[in-house]
């Protein structure tokens, strides 16, 4: 399976400040995808990042509070925008083994908003 | 759009026993069904998965079950070792949906030796 890094891998930040998170794949992929895990929780699709056009959001999740990049085949970042203590979770990206339907996590990045 | 149950939201059992993990769909077109393993600090691992068009699929101490007219399929780990505790998610994918996985609650085993 592909290997995937992201940075950072956490961060403590103040509500109103907005930070971006990074996602490296080491193979080109064509599906990689964004998702939120709250404490606790399960795991919630924000977006499918798209290389060369704007990202395909789920409902609940809007591109001004969660933009997002997709330059190239092996990277991709989101943006947690102007956040406030409810942002607080891990977020994740995936990707998926191209044409398989399976689907490859990252190792996370564990967001904390004072 | 699909919808995915699972059952039950923690489960504890004894080295040596078996554990059992349910999951229900509500899609009927959903025809990938992964689970994924995930430790307490870590990222979810994919452990197994299973297709439509397949009724059972086996990986040493572990299985998957599918019932396609019920809408259900069900993780089985037999001969449980504590390293085996961990959260379990099942997913369910809608193959035309562009590889939208849609995750069910979680199940936290717990495996005492």
């Known amino acids: 399976s592909a290997v995937i890094s992201q940075k950072p891998s956490r961060d403590i930040c103040q509500r109103g400040t907005s930070l971006t998170i990074q996602c490296q794949v080491d193979?080109?992929?064509?599906?990689m995808f964004w998702y939120r895990q709250q404490p606790g929780q399960s795991l919630t699709l924000i977006a499918t990042?798209?290389?060369?056009?704007?990202?395909?959001?789920e409902s609940g999740f809007v591109i001004d509070k969660f933009p997002i990049s997709r330059p190239n085949l092996t990277f991709s970042t989101l943006t947690v925008s102007n956040m406030s203590p409810e942002d607080s979770s891990i977020y994740l990206c995936?990707?998926?083994?191209?044409?398989?339907?399976?689907?490859?996590f990252g190792p996370g990045t564990r967001l904390t908003v004072l | 759009g699909e919808n995915v149950e699972q059952h039950p939201s923690t489960l504890s059992v004894q080295e040596g026993d078996s554990a059992v993990i349910k999951c229900t769909y509500s899609?009927?077109?959903?025809?990938?069904f992964p689970w994924y393993k995930q430790e307490l600090g870590k990222r979810p691992q994919l452990i197994i998965d299973?297709?439509?068009?397949?009724g059972e699929k086996k990986d040493q101490r572990i299985a998957v079950t599918l019932n396609k007219t019920a809408k259900h399929f069900s993780l089985h780990i037999t001969e449980t070792q504590p390293e085996d505790s961990a959260v379990y998610f099942c997913a369910a994918l809608r193959y035309n949906q562009g590889g939208k996985l849609i995750f069910g609650q979680g199940t936290e085993l717990s495996v005492k030796p």
């Open positions: 299973i297709r439509s068009n397949v």
């Open positions: 899609d009927s077109a959903s025809n990938y």
């Open positions: 995936s990707v998926e083994q191209t044409g398989t339907d399976t689907q490859y």
């Open positions: 193979s080109q992929v064509t599906m």
């Open positions: 990042a798209n290389q060369g056009s704007e990202a395909t959001y």
